[in-house]
């Protein structure tokens, strides 16, 4: 069975930074695609940062310049290191993976969140 695990998250004040990491355990053929999503209340889950099939990452406008994702394609995992942290940022990060579970049988997966709060 395929589980992402995260780990990270927690409280800060604004400028500070965090680091929150998720991996992928289990048994599977490759990760096509793998990174975060955040949701706050009433609003709709947004992604924020992913690498995805093509080996390039894609990065939420308003988090560009201050998040980074990185991968390690050997221990399934990415990291989502988030710089200069605003109270915007608030919200509940998801890891999320498309895994290609057995040849050509892809399946999304979702880790159990992590909640970042920013406020001084």
């Known amino acids: 069975q395929v589980q992402l695990v995260e780990a990270g998250g927690g409280l800060v004040q604004p400028g500070e930074s965090l680091i929150l990491l998720c991996t992928a355990s289990g048994t599977f053929d490759s990760i096509s695609a793998m990174g975060w999503y955040r949701q706050t209340p009433g609003k709709k889950r947004e992604q924020v940062a992913m690498?995805?099939?093509?080996?390039?990452?894609n990065i939420l406008d308003s988090v560009k310049g201050r998040f980074l994702i990185a991968r390690d394609t050997f221990r399934n995992s990415v990291e989502l290191i988030m710089n200069i942290l605003k109270p915007d940022d608030t919200a509940v990060y998801y890891c999320?993976?498309?895994?290609?579970?057995?040849?050509?049988?892809?399946?999304?997966?979702w880790g159990q969140g992590t909640q970042v709060t920013v406020s001084s």
């Open positions: 999320y993976a498309r895994i290609e579970y057995m040849k050509n049988d892809f399946r999304d997966y």
């Open positions: 690498w995805a099939g093509d080996g390039k990452a």
